[in-house]
């Protein structure tokens, strides 16, 4: 996502306007069926909202 997106996309979690220029982690999920793997949704999260729902012992890409 390039900077001009900012404020185009809410949290799935909180609802609240996603800005890049404040969350450069912020992110798009694909959610598939395992079963057939093909898109049926994307969503869109802060990297806070997200890693606050994650196990606590789960890394993400940006962590590493």
Excluded: P
């Amino acid at each position: 996502m390039s900077s001009d997106l900012s404020g185009k996309f809410m949290c799935c979690f909180c609802l609240k306007v996603i800005r890049l220029e404040e969350d450069g982690y912020a992110m798009r999920m694909r959610l598939a069926s395992l079963s057939d793997l093909h898109t049926q949704q994307e969503m869109y999260t802060h990297s806070t909202c997200l890693k606050e729902r994650l196990y606590g012992d789960f890394n993400v890409w940006w962590e590493e």
